[in-house]
């Protein structure tokens, strides 16, 4: 993030504002957010933090942030540039009750009868049960996903945002496949991988780079190891380009050699899949038609029991530990997508420690179809 918010204080009033709306359409005025990107995407304050965070919404004054002790100076960095005007702390890692001091913001706000919405998912079980504790007469609402819901549609510069984060993608994608060859580590690839998105703007993920071989790449979401790429392998790598927060993922896999007739006849499957996924994102498609779509061809190519229960999921921004944003591009899903949304799509096929092989793009959604913010062959490629 650069020095100065990445929106203006309108900008951040104009999505508070929306967010009361739906509270009041939901029969509530007052509640209490938790989930990192959902508090930065309304006031600017974001960063990985310590401890719980939380933004109280009351009627009648503007929302106040409660933060651990050590995160005075961040709280500080906002105010008066967002709708926030206030904070309370609590003393920093463990000593303190954030639960408690949610409680005091409240104050006279609560009482018998009153119901609060909070996103219980973003709450430590012993925070939460503190807060029913210190609360003991007012009732709980869940909004779980419902600031993920108003987020989905982009504004024409958080689209800005989001084409300069699937740059920093492209040139991290196209500078470790570059780099792929016998004899070099996981570890290399993703030291490239990073670097190369730092010197191109990029910021610090929500989620780490994973890069893996042969048949680490049967096992997700571990980072890298220091295993030796051999000839025949394929590398998956999966990363995001990252501006102001907002995060462009990819997907891809790379062939140093020929593979084996599976892989092989998985890789093309994984190419057909993908490129009807893409084709079908126009308005009024659902998230659910894509998905059946690309199922469709890896069940004729004998790999759909093995598919990943998801073709996608909307981004945008993101702090950690996540960057999906909370829409999910799957089976049975009735969302129609809309200009001006974006998500992350693709085909990916697992073998549980054996191999993975997937190809994706990040992909706006345009009044007459879409445009992919990352340009990179997504493939699968060989080398």
């Known amino acids: 993030m650069t020095a100065a918010l990445p929106f203006t204080r309108e900008d951040y009033g104009g999505r508070m504002e929306a967010f009361r709306t739906g509270l009041r359409a939901r029969g509530l005025e007052t509640a209490i957010v938790t989930a990192a990107s959902n508090i930065c995407y309304l006031t600017g304050y974001g960063h990985k933090g310590a401890g719980l965070r939380a933004l109280v919404v009351t009627p009648g004054r503007d929302p106040a942030l409660v933060v651990s002790d050590i995160e005075v100076g961040n709280a500080e960095a906002i105010l008066g540039k967002s709708p926030v005007s206030s904070y309370k702390t609590y003393l920093s890692y463990g000593v303190g009750s954030p639960a408690r001091t949610v409680a005091d913001v409240l104050g006279a706000k609560t009482g018998k009868g009153l119901e609060i919405g909070i996103e219980p998912q973003s709450w430590p079980a012993g925070d939460l049960d503190a807060l029913r504790a210190a609360l003991p007469d007012t009732k709980f609402a869940s909004i779980a996903g419902m600031i993920n819901r108003q987020r989905l549609v982009k504004t024409p510069i958080e689209l800005d945002y989001l084409r300069r984060a699937a740059a920093v993608a492209d040139h991290a994608s196209t500078a470790t496949v570059a780099a792929m060859r016998p004899g070099v580590s996981e570890g290399h690839l993703a030291a490239i991988a990073m670097t190369t998105m730092i010197e191109h703007g990029g910021e610090y993920q929500a989620g780490w780079p994973n890069v893996k071989s042969g048949p680490t790449s049967g096992i997700v979401h571990t980072g890298w190891t220091d295993r030796m790429i051999e000839q025949g392998d394929h590398i998956y790598v999966e990363l995001a380009g990252v501006f102001n927060y907002y995060h462009a993922p990819i997907w891809r896999t790379a062939f140093v050699g020929k593979p084996d007739d599976e892989r092989r006849r998985c890789a093309d499957a994984i190419g057909r899949a993908s490129d009807a996924g893409l084709a079908a994102v126009r308005p009024g498609t659902t998230c659910g038609e894509i998905h059946r779509i690309q199922k469709a ?15 996608g999921y909307s981004v945008g921004l993101a702090l950690p530990p996540s960057w999906m944003e909370g829409t999910t591009v799957g089976p049975g899903s009735d969302l129609a997508l809309e200009p001006r949304m974006v ?5 990916y096929v697992l073998i549980p420690g054996r191999w993975a092989i997937a190809a994706s793009q990040t992909v706006g959604v345009t009044a007459n179809g879409h445009e992919n913010l990352t340009k990179t062959e997504k493939g699968p490629l060989f080398l």
Do not use: N, R
């Not at 998500?343 to 085909?347: I, K």
């Open 297 to 311: 061809i890896l069940d004729e190519a004998g790999f759909g029991e093995h598919m990943l229960k998801l073709s």
């Open 343 to 347: 998500f992350h799509l693709g085909a």
